[in-house]
């Protein structure tokens, strides 16, 4: 229905570079002159696409508006902010572990003398919806950055955030007790794009799909 | 000094100034004109209504309603969903009336929704409903409203993505409750993965297997239909084949060229239990539309009759208006 390239939202970090790495194994990397540019749109080099690098929490708010057509973003993200998207594929990479981490020397899951946990968190909602169906009672403090501190100064009893390779937890005395869930990398599209530009989402996901199979096999 | 608590309103609520306001009654305008030429006359339910009249749409509906407590002690809520309204006055007030029974509205939504995502609390709507009339001749006609409604207003680069209810709900029965759930949201966000290993856990026999994981790729124009009857299980999904095919056949040249078979949508209203479809704007990002034939639904409210109808949001069209205009 228009000429434009499909436009991706992509969250800045580690997980775009790999996004940009299977989009240049379709064909389709970043245009050369766009290569450590600081433009906010980068176009590929095939015309196909525009990413559009932006914090990983907004990468479902640009899709669900219809801003970006589709992006990628871990599961964890999604989940926590539950915005209505499609999620047509599981891109595989980006994998970790959002889970309850506590001090080694912490108790779990009931604190002696029947106090009220306190749990510190970027991941409220999801947090929120674990800690119901284990039928367990916490007081949740939303915290924005270094988490793993939370135990150390007294803020929270336990904490919940993505674990990838365990290391800054140990680094600051905690051990994971429990994990919440596993999260990877989706692909998501917006609902009116997929279906106003059905073909080009369509050959997309096949594409990466290809991509990714070819890779793992 | 200003009072800051004062100089505010709600999150989710605006006041509509000349432009805005000029560019709905434009719609509202066109909308009206077309409704009474083509029989249809206007009704305007209670802004509130007894929360019961809407949670039959849905849970989603239900968990959007905004609600306050009535004198007596009874949940209230206000008017969600105009549909629901009208079939509860379809079947009350206007029982008697003679059938097919023809209406329109227009005016205002309240719905809950997530703050900081930009979703306004109040919306206009407006639609029709046309009651008695179960062929596929009615759902048409509902159809035909839509497209001249967009057509009037000269949006001309619009899709409408026609769907019926009956063709996935039998991949989901003899599910447990949570098993239907899970299959339901892998289907409404169209994770193909998801799908397989879903019917791969709930051992769903080969054939259902086989059209759930197909179901996100069940969108296109005519061809489509006819790769569903292949995959259709049983006889309801072949009388939403079947149904489809009748609507197909009765469009015009025109009016084809602006569908698309979309079998594996569940969005709609719980409501819902046959044909139903979402109209897509270029430039918006959500449907300005959507309608569908509930046939059960004036049942609950005591008088079993057929219907069919469409809402479509006046905002959203109001602001592709703005920028054409």
Redesign the interface.
């Known amino acids: ?2 000429g434009r390239p499909l436009r991706i939202a992509l969250p800045k970090g580690r997980m775009m570079d790999e996004a940009l790495l299977l989009f240049g194994r379709v064909g389709s990397e970043i245009a050369a002159e766009a290569r450590d540019s600081r433009r906010l749109i980068l176009p590929s080099a095939d015309g196909r696409f525009e990413f559009l690098p932006v914090k990983s929490g907004d990468v479902p ?1 640009y899709v ?4 970006a057509d589709a992006g990628v973003v871990g599961l964890d993200v999604l989940e926590e902010g539950q ?1 209505d ?6 891109l595989g990479f980006g994998g970790c572990m959002l889970a309850v981490a506590a001090p080694a020397d912490a108790a779990y899951p009931l604190l002696p003398g029947g106090t009220m946990p306190r749990v510190a968190t970027k991941y409220v909602e999801s947090a929120r919806r674990f800690f119901a169906q284990k039928g367990m009672q916490v007081e949740l403090i939303r915290i924005s950055g270094s988490v793993e501190l939370a135990p150390l100064l007294g803020l929270a009893h336990w904490i919940v955030d993505l674990v990838q390779t365990g290391r800054t937890l140990a680094e600051n005395g905690l051990v994971v007790v429990e994990k919440v869930s596993d999260s990877t990398a989706r692909l998501i ?8 530009r ?1 073909d080009e989402h ?1 050959r997309l996901i096949a594409d990466l799909a290809g991509a990714i199979e070819k890779s793992s096999a | 000094m200003s009072n800051l608590r004062l100089a505010q309103v709600p999150p989710g609520s605006q006041d509509l100034l000349a432009d805005d306001v000029r560019l709905r009654r434009t719609v509202q305008r066109a909308w009206f004109g077309l409704a009474e030429e083509s029989g249809y006359r206007e009704v305007i339910p209670p802004t509130f209504e007894y929360e019961e009249v809407f949670t039959l749409a849905g849970t989603q509906l239900a968990n959007e309603l905004i609600r306050f407590v009535d004198r007596d002690g009874r949940l209230v809520a206000l008017r969600a969903d105009f549909t629901s309204a009208i079939a509860r006055m379809a079947s009350t007030r206007l029982r008697d009336a003679e059938l097919p029974l023809r209406l329109s509205y227009a005016g205002k939504v309240y719905r809950q929704r997530p703050e900081g995502g930009g979703h306004a609390r109040e919306t206009f709507q407006l639609g029709a409903e046309l009651i008695g009339s179960a062929g596929p001749e009615a759902d048409v006609e509902t159809l035909r409203l839509a497209i001249g409604l967009l057509r009037a207003l000269q949006v001309r680069d619009f899709q409408i993505n026609l769907g019926d209810i009956r063709f996935v709900q039998p991949l989901l029965t003899g599910l447990n409750e949570a098993e239907a759930e899970s299959l339901r949201s892998a289907i409404d966000r169209k994770d193909r993965a998801a799908l397989a290993d879903g019917a791969r856990r709930y051992g769903a026999p080969a054939a259902v297997a086989r059209a759930l994981v197909e179901l996100p790729e069940l969108i296109g124009r005519g061809d489509v239909l006819l790769r569903a009857r292949s995959l259709a299980s049983g006889p309801e999904a072949e009388a939403a084949i079947e149904r489809l095919r009748a609507i197909d056949a009765l469009l015009t040249e025109e009016e084809r060229a602006h569908v698309v078979y979309d079998l594996g949508e569940i969005r709609g209203l719980g409501y819902y239990t046959g044909m139903q479809f979402e109209v897509f704007v270029a430039g918006l990002g959500r449907a300005v539309a959507f309608g569908g034939r509930y046939d059960g639904l004036l049942a609950r409210f005591g008088a079993d009759r057929p219907a069919v109808g469409f809402a479509l949001e006046t905002d959203a069209l109001a602001a592709v208006l703005g920028e054409v205009l």
Not at chain 1, 64 to 67: L, P
């Open positions: 229905m228009s708010i669900e508006s219809g801003v915005q998207v499609l999620r047509p594929l599981d599209v917006n609902r009116a794009s997929h279906k106003l059905l369509q």
